[in-house]
Structure formats: C-alpha cells, structure tokens
C-alpha cells in the first residue's frame, strides 16, 4: 500500500513563494504517476499539477502554469511543487495523489492515492 505525507504548507505573503513536498512510503513510486490537488473551503477539489514516472511529461492547471513547477526524485522517493509568484486565490489545502497509470489526469478520480493535505495559505 503506497502512503503519502505532505509538509512544507505554511503562510506566505503574496508574490512569495513555497515549496511543498510530497514523501511516499509502502511502494517506490517509480511506478506512478504523481499529482498535486488543492482544496479551498467551499470549494471543490481542483487539479493543481501532475508528472509522469520518470519525469518527462508534467501537465499544470493554467491557473498555476508558469508560476508552479512540479517534480519528483524517484530515488528518494519525494515529489516536489515549487509555488511562486503567490496569490491568494492559492491558498488552499494541497494534496499529493499517486496514480499507478503511465498518463497523466487531470481527473481526481484517477487517483487511488492520497495523501492528508498540507495546509498554504496566503495573506499579508
């Protein structure tokens, strides 16, 4: 069973920047396709970010395209979102999926695995 722990949430002023990480245990995740989700109160799901297996194909929301970059070190077994240029439509509890396909999705539901979420929020 693939685990997922998320850190690096925190609060940032906007225009800053974040980085989260995604940490897997259970399975390398060599196997899998990993994502970023958020989630901002009264809102549903949406799709941040996604990177296939061995790095060479990532796909981002265009609400974050050229601001967020996402990826993995299969090695270590970690997966990474790098967030600049905040804004505080970004604030939102982020969470890491892994999906055990070749394709990335934007689609939540194609995601088997998920982490608890990492809290960002976005305030000066």
């Known amino acids: 069973q693939l685990q997922l722990v998320e850190s690096g949430g925190g609060l940032v002023q906007p225009g800053g920047s974040l980085g989260l990480s995604c940490a897997a245990s259970g399975r390398t995740i060599s196997n899998y396709v990993l994502g970023w989700f958020r989630q901002a109160p009264g809102k549903e799901r949406e799709f941040v970010a996604s990177?296939?297996?061995?790095?060479?194909?990532?796909l981002y929301a265009d609400s974050v395209k050229g601001r967020f970059t996402i990826s993995r070190d299969n090695a270590k077994n970690l997966v990474y979102l790098r967030m600049n240029s905040l804004k505080p439509e970004d604030a939102a509890v982020y969470y890491c999926?892994?999906?055990?396909?070749?394709?990335?999705?934007?689609?939540?539901?194609?995601?088997?695995?998920w982490g608890q979420g990492t809290q960002v929020t976005v305030s000066s």
């Open positions: 990177i296939t297996w061995n790095g060479g194909r990532t």
């Open positions: 999926a892994a999906r055990r396909e070749l394709f990335t999705s934007a689609d939540y539901g194609d995601y088997r695995y």
